[in-house]
T-cell receptor, first 113, second 115 residues
């Protein structure tokens, strides 16, 4: 049973480009969470999704950031027109249901040049 | 709003010693979970230990144990017989039990185990 899979592990983008980060939850998990980690900081909540629904996006920046978790396929975190301040590690976590244990992926390190 | 505070940015101890990492939190909720996560250089987030607020008994996982003081809103992690593989960032975290599933993390403590 594979864990939470995130790809790519490293992503380099130039300012103004788009970044697409993918997360495949563990098998049987329908709850997905995205977190962002800035250097020397803890993880900050961004968004919580269930299949085809955004449950809580209170941590998402108002512009340029979007997330989806379609019925089929991985969850996608999309960042449009990236800026240097978007450089961070982005972690995905999944759980089988609410209040069950979260399993984290290994993160995607986004570097914006 | 809930907050989690880790007052020790960095710590170093000799191998085989015992070390305690501090964590305090602020909440008006009565039912919640507290966690300690370990993040080694591989960046993987590994759950070390979990505590339900309604349980008075402190959680224990092998060499890892917590001192949960609900009234003081304190949740420290004790690592006994520390090993080189314990070198990592350690994050204290909080989650409401009855509302949403947001986990709120502290800023972390970087722990070095010295040979």
């Amino acid at each position: 049973n594979a864990g939470v899979m995130q790809n790519p592990r490293h992503l380099v983008r130039r300012r103004g480009q788009e970044a697409r980060l993918r997360c495949s939850p563990m098998k049987g998990h329908s709850h997905v969470y995205w977190y962002r980690q800035l250097p020397e900081e803890g993880l900050k909540f961004m968004v919580y999704l269930q299949k085809e629904n955004i449950i809580d996006e209170s941590g998402m920046p108002k512009e340029r950031f979007s997330a989806e978790f379609p019925k089929e396929g991985p969850s996608i975190l999309r960042i449009q027109q990236v800026v240097r301040g978007d450089s961070a590690a982005y972690f995905c976590a999944s759980s089988r249901s609410a209040n069950e244990k979260l399993f984290f992926g290994s993160g995607t390190q986004l570097s914006v040049l | 709003a809930q907050t989690v505070t880790q007052s020790q940015p960095e710590m170093s101890v000799q191998e085989a010693e015992t070390v305690t990492l501090s964590c305090t939190y602020d909440t008006s909720e009565n039912n919640y979970y507290l966690f300690w996560y370990k993040q080694p250089p591989s960046r993987q987030m590994i759950l070390v230990i979990r505590q339900e607020a309604y349980k008075q008994q402190n959680a224990t996982e092998n060499r890892f144990s917590v001192n949960f003081q609900k009234a003081a809103k304190s949740f420290s992690l004790k690592i006994s017989d520390s090993q080189l593989g314990d070198t990592a960032m350690y994050f204290c975290a909080f989650m409401n039990q009855n509302r949403d599933d947001k986990i709120i993390f502290g800023k972390g403590t970087r722990l070095h185990i010295l040979p």
